[in-house]
């Protein structure tokens, strides 16, 4: 655990950390100001990989946070960070929305749609656009052996009003009901995606903290990848969970309102 006074970078989860729903969370913009001022970095870090760096620095503009896309950062980048390392150029069987082709595709992997060709690797993403095909063509190649790569696990993704929808972690469950198999996982909270951070941005783990409402994805990512962890009370963890779980984190604040009180 490193003191909060020499991290040099703080990644914030988004939904429940610096803002609910369409609201930012009193302070959220005097927290990076601060940062700022004391030159400090800062990355927006999500799970979510139905969206790139462009949308997610779009719907934060609109709440009043004037960010940059290096700014941002999603499993879906940090799972292109991670099979550029295995093979550049490699072709992959993606399951993922148009913005996730994009990133894809920029990033110089060649994207195979049917079975014209064996793939290097089958990637899931959180697919707002699968279909029947998809998924028979993904559970086919991944029986026949070919690397099988997850971006995230979450099994639901929140929306408004306590509803919710199926994420990519349901999918996963699906594609290994049909082939027994599972994939490497690259999100958060597995040690991949901060390894994709630290390269990326030229980090040492030691300079880092995570900063998120969520036991199971935010501060056990700072215990799997041995970074600092912040858990703020303004989401979904309540004292009562906190108190009830094994995980734990190196500090714990009402909010991201009283993290900056004390850097500051």
């Known amino acids: 655990m490193t003191e ?7 990644v914030l989860d988004m939904d429940g950390t610096f803002y609910l729903g369409n609201d930012l969370i009193d302070g959220s913009l005097e927290f990076l100001n601060m940062l700022e001022e004391k030159d400090i970095k800062f990355l927006f870090l999500t ?18 946070c004037q ?17 550029k390392k295995k093979k550049e150029g490699a072709k992959i069987f993606l399951m993922g929305t148009p913005l996730l082709e994009e990133e894809f595709e920029q990033n110089g992997f060649k994207l195979i749609k049917d079975r014209s060709e064996k793939p290097d690797f089958v990637v899931l993403g959180f697919d707002t656009t699968l279909t029947y095909e998809k998924v028979w063509i993904a559970c086919d190649l991944i029986r026949d052996g070919v690397e099988y790569i997850a971006t995230h696990p979450d099994f639901n993704c929140p929306l408004e009003d306590n509803k919710c929808m199926p994420d990519a972690g349901a999918m996963i469950a699906m594609i290994e009901a049909s082939t027994g198999k599972r994939p490497l996982i690259i999100g958060k909270p597995y040690q991949y995606i901060v390894d994709a951070i630290t390269e990326k941005y030229h980090l040492n783990k030691e300079e880092i903290a995570i900063v998120g409402d969520r036991l199971y994805t935010d501060i056990k990512t700072g215990v799997t990848a041995g970074i600092t962890s912040v858990l703020v009370m303004s989401g979904e ?10 995980i734990k984190a190196n500090y714990v604040f009402p909010s991201i309102k ?3 009180e004390v850097i500051k």
């Open 4 to 10: 909060l006074k020499n991290i040099k970078c703080f």
């Open 47 to 64: 799970n979510n990989s139905s969206k790139n760096r462009k949308a997610y620095k779009e719907k934060l503009m609109k709440l009043g």
């Open 67 to 83: 960010v940059e896309e290096e700014n941002v950062f999603t499993s879906g980048e940090a799972t292109t960070i991670y099979l």
């Open 237 to 246: 963890t309540t004292i009562e969970m906190y108190e009830a779980s094994n």
């Open 258 to 260: 009283e993290l900056g």
